[in-house]
């Protein structure tokens, strides 16, 4: 190492020898020094729990981040019992939900995001193996609710009031309870046991379903059966029609009578080729089966292009790889005894598909009409001050009521997404509400976390080669059949799975600010229990906010 020229002061790093003193170093401002650290704290770090981007994009309310902590330690039946304090159906959830949280799982931008609905199906499945049970209440409110519909929405609802201590009536038009989910939904994506016993669980738990029942009157029924609360979540099982000049009624089936009958165990004879008119999941749904029925050609058949499609992406793809094919900018402008005549459609300046006046023949022995469904809500026309936008029911947004008071409304029934999950999640929604109804109280909603972002994240903790489990599945040429074509994890594989979480937003204990700390200011209080700070001896130099590769610690400024 070099050392000082004689005579020449010795100047220590950082600071500036004072002209004109000899040898005396200047000293320091403490009292306007700035920097990383000072003698006086400007800021803090805090602890802080925010919202993972799941959990905030589930449409069911799960704490998604919290069941996953939970198969991370080995505690799967804790796992599933958080699971289902929110959705009272894991194992349908798994195989039937579009996951939208995994759309804004932050890990997707690292190496892929979390198959959360894949370890949300292991939960669920080992519910069923292991026979595990909801609680039954502990206490009765004496209040009775009357629920129409044994679709999601419908179930969901009838067992969270359950959990309330409420009497629940569900009563259902269909032969079996399920709704859409079993009369919508082919046995390939959701086979019948797994629905049967996940509801099953809630006639054990005192939820009360009578079938084969269809309401015309609803005044009528509350009040004969003294119920304080009707909750409305009538599936929408009723197709819309299209006029086809010269259509031929033998010919010509609606999707959704189609999926019921084969549901329910019937084998239409559909010929060599089938058109399916739309693109929707339901007509996803048809083309497949119409696949497993035999069909040797099974078309698509849309007036717009493949991005303007209703169906999920992955739907239309696994329809394509079961030889489904798919004819974009084409409607159906007339049928013949053989064949349709389709007219070549075009997107103008605007995206929307216009007529080109050029016209193709294709060949069909079947047209399945898949165009969009509607809900069977005409037995509430008759209820004065009701009122409806088309074939749904208007209903508060914040308290799913609709302008009867006491009467609620959820699921199809309502302006929504038509889906399963969207479904659960008004039931849940409509039981705290009706709850609150018949206490002469006010929900009060719980004020939400921030989101936390990937470019919160500090990913250097987690290092990378963890890539997301797959499912098997049936081999295309397998699928002749309505057997299940995607398969589960086993245990290993849904814990690896579950471990890929970045616990995003939330200490998870890592011990990463506890060793940052030079000043021992961190103070770990036990398993389980996270941290505290000791601001006697904390500088604020946010080491630890810089070693939590979660964003669990915020650096506030001191006052």
Known sequence: MSQPAPNQPSVTPGLQAQPGRGDITQVPDLAGASGRVGPVRTRMPVYLDMLPPCNAGCPAGENIQEWLRLIKHGQTEAAWRQLTRDNPFPAIHGRVCYHPCEAVCNRKELDGSVSIHSVERFLGDEGILNGWQFEKPRHRSGHKVLVIGAGPSGLSAAYHLTRLGHQVEIRDSAPLPGGMMRYGIPEYR????????????????????????????????????????????????????????????????????????????????????????????????????????????????????????????????????????????????????????????????????????????????????????????AFLRNIPGMSFDGDVVNVNPETLMTDVPGIFAGGDAVPSERTVTVGVGHGKKAAKQIDAFLNNAVHQRKVKHPIVGFDDLHLWYFGDGHTRREQPELAVDERVTFDEVVGGLDADQATFEAKRCLSCGNCFECDGCLGACPEDAVIKLGKGHRYRFDYEKCTGCASCYDQCPVHAIEMIPEN
Request: charged residues 30%.
């Open 190 to 377: 959701l086979p019948r046991n797994v629905l049967d016993a996940e509801v099953d669980r809630l006639v054990q738990m005192g939820v009360k379903i009578t079938n084969n029942h269809v309401v015309e009157d609803l005044e009528t029924e509350q009040r004969e059966g003294n119920f304080d609360a009707v909750f409305v979540a009538v599936g929408a099982h009723l197709s819309k029609r299209v006029d086809i000049p010269n259509q031929d009624a033998g010919r010509m089936v609606d999707a959704v009578s189609f999926l019921r009958d084969v549901a329910s165990g019937e084998r239409p004879v559909l010929g060599r080729k089938v058109a399916v008119y739309g693109a929707g999941n339901t007509a996803m749904d048809a083309a497949r089966v119409a696949r497993r029925l035999g069909a040797e050609e099974s078309v698509i058949v849309y007036r717009r292009t493949k991005d303007q499609m209703p169906a999920h992406a992955e739907e239309a793809s696994e329809a394509e790889r079961e030889g489904v094919k798919m004819n974009w900018l084409r409607t159906i402008s007339s049928m013949d005894e053989a064949d349709l005549t389709v007219e070549i459609m075009e997107l103008d300046e605007n995206g929307k598909a216009r007529g080109t006046g050029r016209f193709e023949k294709l060949e069909a022995d079947t047209v399945i009409l898949a165009i969009g469904q509607e809900s069977d809500t």
